[in-house]
């Protein structure tokens, strides 16, 4: 086969013509699918709006100050650079490749990204100013939004920030001595109790709360007195003097000491022989109660009785947390008055207990323990 100059030529000819027409062609694609670019600005904020002529995926994640995007088609358009000089009271930087875009805003700037069917629009506004007092109503209802979804621990956090910042209304200190409380720190609880009726005195809520945590956890002492007769059994006349004293308010100290006078007819004795006994059994007790910082308490317990191997002692430590508590304690030769028999014989017990309590729904506990 043989070709003449003249059909070389055309050959060529032709070749430039076809390839000049698929250089437009893609030139006109790429136009195409590059966007066009708005900017609105008005006195509430500005926005952005980035229109492709054909559909297409966007991915995007917006942080507190940061924008990105990327997109599956190019997004390289002059008119990007110019949007920084536009918006300069609101972006602090504009980045973009050929299919993703970064905007950083400046501090005190909301964005709000919209995502269309043919592209994006970005709403950048000012973010509200808030007096302190409103400030602090906005993080005391976030405080009370965490303690609802049962984050305790966030929640005791930020109210105690804001009773460090400002002092705190009694709102915020009655819901701060609820968790306290909750926590197994009664104590605490009872100090800010205090603090919120005095902020607030004639709040009935805080008021019922004062009386609660004052008779849980205040200073007290007492007198009881008990008569108790089992039929064909025994009698006891019981008498208890007790008493708790708070040194500090995450220290306190507390105590008893009962007598108990016993009759009982036909008693089994230890080594099981069957007697009669009339007299009186004594016993005592002193506690002292630490709180910790991180919602986790010390308790230190003497135990006394009369007769032989009369005294004993125990050390508890227990640890709150949002769903609930653990306790662990170890106990020596702690009085057994549960029985009669150990009344009057001295009975007595050690164990190492562990304890589990848990908040599920409400204010009902589950409970689980092992000794």
């Known amino acids: 086969m043989s070709w003449t100059l003249n059909e070389t030529a055309c050959i060529g000819h032709h070749r430039g013509l076809l390839a000049g027409l698929i250089l437009l062609l893609a030139i006109s694609a790429y136009a195409q699918e590059t966007p066009t670019i ?5 006195n509430a904020g500005s926005s952005i709006i ?3 002529p054909v559909g297409l995926k966007i991915n995007h994640r917006v942080d507190d100050t940061e924008i990105f995007l990327s997109f599956s088609h190019p997004i390289e358009n002059d008119g990007l650079a110019a949007i920084p000089a536009q918006l300069s009271s609101m972006i602090e930087d504009l980045q973009y490749g050929y299919d993703s875009l970064l905007l950083r805003l400046h501090t005190g700037i909301e964005p709000k990204l919209y995502v269309l069917t043919d592209g994006v629009r970005i709403e950048l506004s000012r973010r509200a100013s808030y007096t302190q007092e409103e400030r602090a109503q906005l993080d005391y209802l976030r405080a009370l939004a965490l303690y609802n979804d049962g984050q305790l621990r966030q929640s005791r956090m930020l109210l105690k920030e804001l009773i460090g910042a400002d002092g705190g209304s009694a709102d915020t200190t009655e819901l701060l001595a609820q968790i306290e409380d909750e926590l197994g720190r009664g104590p605490v609880a009872l100090v800010l109790a205090k603090r919120s009726l005095e902020t607030e005195p004639g709040s009935e809520s805080i008021q019922q709360q004062h009386r609660y945590l004052r008779r849980t956890h205040g200073d007290q002492l007492r007198i009881d007195t008990q008569w108790q007769n089992a039929e064909r059994a025994e009698t006891q006349f019981i008498t ?8 500090k308010p995450d220290v306190s100290v507390s105590g008893l000491v009962e007598n108990r ?14 007697a009669d006994f009339n007299g009186n059994r004594q016993r005592a007790e002193l506690r002292l109660h630490k709180d910790w910082e991180r919602s986790q308490n010390t308790q230190l317990l003497l135990f ?32 057994y008055w549960d029985l009669v028999e150990g009344i009057v014989d001295g009975g007595s017990r050690d164990r190492i207990a562990f304890d589990f309590v848990s908040r599920t729904i409400g204010r009902l506990d589950a409970a689980l323990g092992v000794s």
């Open 304 to 335: 006394v009785r009369s007769g032989e191997r009369s005294i004993g002692g125990s050390i508890r430590q227990t640890s709150g947390f949002d769903l609930g508590r653990t306790t662990v304690s170890l106990v020596m030769n702690e009085p």
């Open 261 to 274: 006078k016993v009759d009982i007819d036909a008693l089994q004795k230890i080594d099981g022989a069957i």
């Open 50 to 52: 980035l229109r492709w």
């Open 38 to 42: 708005e900017v609105i600005t008005e």
């Open 240 to 247: 208890r003097l007790s008493g708790r004293y708070a040194a």
